[in-house]
């Protein structure tokens, strides 16, 4: 049963530059979490999304960015016009039922650098 | 909403010491408590985790932790450590349907 899947696992863009960073959650998972790690910061929530809807979008950024989790393929986190602190992990999780068994199973991170 | 305390970021050991995380929490409603385990590059690993029940949680790798409603913390601890247990460890909280993390403590055990 493969886990989180997230691709690309580092990406390196220029300012101003788009960045696609994608999530397949666990089989069976329909929530998905998106997670900014910054070094000493540790995890900072950015968006809960469930298939077609976005359930919890608080910590994403007014501007840039955004989250959607279609009905069929992964997750995506998208970020226009990055800048250098847009450079940092981030790491996708999933879930099957957070309200029963509240755990999050993680990806291995996209690891951005924004040059 | 919740948030999550953990000090002492960078915690230095020798093998076959006593290691205890310190985690307090802050949160309104009925929580679930959980601990989080990131070795070097690789994704994040649940060691524990705190539904209800006997406070006292025993997790993989001998790890264990302590529920203690009164003081809002879920203390990590494990008796005697080794070089594998090399890591990041991470207290979170679940309210809202989501988990808050705390910053994380840097652990390196020297052989």
């Known amino acids: 049963n493969a886990g989180v899947m997230q691709n690309p696992r580092h990406l390196v863009r220029r300012r101003g530059q788009e960045a696609r960073l994608r999530c397949s959650p666990m089989k069976g998972h329909s929530h998905v979490y998106w997670y900014r790690q910054l070094p000493e910061e540790g995890l900072k929530f950015m968006v809960y999304?469930?298939?077609?809807?976005?359930?919890?979008e608080s910590g994403m950024p007014k501007e840039r960015f955004s989250a959607e989790f279609p009905k069929e393929g992964p997750s995506i986190l998208r970020i226009q016009q990055v800048v250098r602190g847009d450079s940092a992990a981030y790491f996708c999780a999933s879930s099957l039922n957070p309200a029963i068994t509240g755990e999050l199973f993680f990806g291995e991170g996209s690891r951005l650098t924004v040059l | 909403a919740q948030s999550v305390s953990q000090h002492n970021h960078h915690v230095i050991l020798s093998e076959a010491a006593s290691l205890e995380l310190g985690c307090n929490y802050s949160?309104?409603?009925?929580?679930?408590l959980f601990w989080y385990v990131q070795y070097p590059g690789q994704h994040l690993q649940l060691l524990l985790k705190?539904?209800?029940?006997?406070?006292l949680v025993k997790g993989i790798k001998g790890f264990e932790a302590e529920f203690i409603k009164s003081k809002f913390s879920f203390n990590l601890r494990k008796p005697s450590v080794q070089w594998s247990d090399t890591a990041e460890y991470f207290c979170?909280?679940?309210?809202?349907?989501?988990?808050?993390f705390g910053k994380g403590n840097q652990v390196v055990v020297i052989p």
């Open positions: 949160y309104g409603g009925t929580v679930n």
């Open positions: 705190y539904f209800s029940g006997d406070p």
């Open positions: 979170a909280v679940n309210g809202n349907n989501r988990l808050a």
């Open positions: 999304l469930q298939k077609e809807n976005i359930i919890d």
